[in-house]
């Protein structure tokens, strides 16, 4: 079967810095995404990775290991309004994409 | 520029009643997605449509559920005979070219079978 694995939830302090990791096991890959998703709102892009290493745009950055179907989402200098969910996607063999549950964030001051 | 739309936001019918969702994709994409999400998951995958056609049905449930795009852009999913178990949001999301291409989602429906 297809599986992502995230943690349910963390808790890290503003202005701080979180690492959120994602494990998958799918039928192929086809690249694997990060999304953000506020309490009530619709999914928003953050990232995408489909080579091993690291990608860096501003406060986030997120890796991925292939070899070892791992992924990380790395959060700097965070802000109150980056409390919200974030999902681990990855595209499989037929292009659709296999969701994570999500990890909520809860930001304290 | 505009982006996805989906309407109704909320919806709420009795259990057996006929429903139907619409999207309104971003202008000139092509690929089209249909999810729903209960608290505390991630999207599920319900259909995929490339252009007027379903692409990939593999992830509605039963055929109570189904899909269509006639002319390329907006997309309807209907529902009949709904369950209280059909209560979810249900999100639809849209992408320039198809894949590997990152989605955009609109704000969902929020439907509640009683």
Redesign the interface.
């Known amino acids: 079967g297809q599986n992502?694995d995230q943690p349910t939830e963390m808790t890290a302090t503003e202005g701080a810095i979180v690492q959120i990791n994602c494990t998958y096991q799918t039928s192929g890959f086809?690249?694997l995404?990060w999304y953000q998703q506020h309490a009530g709102?619709?999914?928003?892009?953050l990232s995408?990775n489909?080579l091993d290493g690291l990608e860096e745009k501003g406060r986030f950055s997120s890796f991925l290991s292939r070899s070892k179907g791992y992924s990380y989402l790395l959060l700097k200098e965070l802000q109150m309004k980056d409390s919200a969910s974030y999902?681990c996607?990855v595209?499989d063999s037929?292009?659709?994409?296999?969701?994570?549950?999500?990890t909520k964030l809860i930001i304290k001051p | 520029g505009a982006g996805v739309s989906q309407t109704p936001s909320n919806k709420v019918t009795e259990k057996g009643k006929y429903v139907e969702l619409r999207c309104d994709p971003i202008s000139g994409h092509t690929a089209l997605?249909w999810y729903r999400q209960s608290l505390?998951?991630?999207?599920?995958?319900l259909i995929?449509f490339q252009g007027t056609g379903a692409a990939?049905d593999s992830g509605l449930p039963n055929d109570r559920f189904f899909a269509v795009r006639p002319e390329g852009s907006v997309s309807t999913l209907k529902i009949q005979r709904t369950e209280r178990g059909d209560s979810a949001v249900y999100?639809c999301a849209s992408s320039p070219s198809?894949?590997?291409d990152?989605?955009?989602?609109?704000?969902?429906t929020r439907l509640t079978v009683t």
């Open positions: 992502i086809n690249g995404f709102e619709a999914p928003t892009f995408y489909v999902l996607a595209k037929n292009y659709q994409l296999i969701w994570g549950a999500g | 997605y505390g998951q991630g999207p599920e995958f995929y990939d999100l198809g894949p590997p990152e989605q955009y989602f609109g704000p969902g």
